[in-house]
């Protein structure tokens, strides 16, 4: 309830939990109906996967090779190859757009959406670009409805993650690579990863760890690495000899270096105290408040430390917590939602998005939700999208969102909906009076549409 405004479980779900009403779309019925939904946003068969991105890389390299050797035909073949990835890393922006669009309730999306960006990678020059797209699904998509340390282990050792973190560039000093003198010139041992594992992955910032904990993970965690030209994910010759302390336990104490020794170390970490505080605080913020009571912090912690991080446990208390109803419209839409929420409440479908052609896509999409603040694909650091609300509502990101709403549905939309209609498929029966007051003197349809998705109502959850 907001001050006396009533709102339905299944319009206060679809809005707070997934990305909002659409006249597509049948409400749900309960917290059962939306749980059951979320494996809707499984892994997808049509995207891109690692093993054709490594065919892709390897077809790059011999290119470069043959322009290097001087062959002119080699030059066109690359700007064309080049030119195909690009198509290919846009295909997977407009998919995702069209899962979200089309999702009948939206939750399953949205945690996919949250978990790719707590395990943040992202930017880089297209092939990187279109393995970020392999990494949703195949390191993100998987696992959100299972363990928390499955979700870590996938996700940091994915090669998308330990590209962004600079992983391979990570070599023990005491390894066999290291003891090369070819390879002495390059050896370092990179921090990043570990760095991240820790602070932003699973314990969180301020938790009870040292340098010296960091610096005895990233030697834990070299032999990751990832080579196109190599179809494994560890390379023991470039490894740490263990044994090695993290957080007062040993690990790899026979001595040779094994992936094995990660995934030990992932489930502990997984396993800490502080990794549940972490992420029931990151859950509540994101679907919740910006500032969540810690009585709903210290229930989803219990039962992610009760359940040994069971996702899906924590999935329930979320979509059955007073606290969506007592803090309803505290949380500002960011870019992306604000995107799809609107697309959806004005009858656009998924075949509609991925029909749309490469300039449409970019001038009526990407090319706004940059403008917005979000720029697809290219988060700010690796601890992602800032989740404060004063982050997204600046002049700019208002002026933005204006302009889109007055500009862009007209084109996706030759005949706009009745602004009335649409201001009760957008909002249901939760629009304030001043909007219901406002929106039938609108003197145009796309005056009335714009003042419907420009509403402080609809851009707040």
Known sequence: MMGSLMISYPELATIRLGYGLSSHMVQPFGPDEILAAIHQAGPDGDTVNMEQLRKLQLRTAKLRQRIKLGEKRAREAYTTERQYI????????????????DDPIGFGERLVQ??????????GPPHQRLMTACY??????????GNFADLMFAAETHPSMLIYL????????NSRAAQKAQEKRHTGLNENLAREMIE?????????YTQ?????????????????????????????PGPEIVLGKHYGEHGAARLSDIRAVITDLARHPDTAQHLARKLAIHFVTDQPPQSLVDRLARVYADTDGDLNAMNTELVEAPEL?????????????????????LGVTGNEI????????????TYPLAKMGQQWGNPPGPDGWPESGENWVTPQGIAARIDWAMRIPIKLRKNLPDPRQLLQVALGDTASEALQWAVPKAETARDGVAIVLASADFNRR
Do not use: C
Request: hydrophobic share 45%.
């Open 166 to 173: 600079n992983q391979n560039s990570s070599i023990g000093p």
């Open 136 to 145: 949703v699904n195949e390191a993100i998509r998987p696992h959100i409805t």
């Open 114 to 123: 949250f978990w790719a960006d707590h395990f943040t990678v992202g930017g």
């Open 212 to 240: 010296k904990d960091v610096r005895q993970l990233a030697k834990l965690l070299t032999g990751l690495t990832y080579r196109a030209m190599r179809d494994e994910l560890f390379n023991a010759n470039r490894a740490e």
């Open 200 to 208: 932003l992955h699973s314990l969180g910032v301020g938790a009870d």
């Open 325 to 345: 109803t007592a803090f309803f419209r505290h949380k500002i839409r960011q870019p992306f939602d604000f995107m799809v929420a609107s697309l959806r409440s």
């Open 354 to 365: 991925m029909a749309l052609k490469p300039r449409q896509f970019h001038g009526w999409l």
């Open 86 to 101: 690009v198509q290919l890393v846009r295909k997977e922006m407009q998919r995702r757009f069209a899962r979200a669009i």
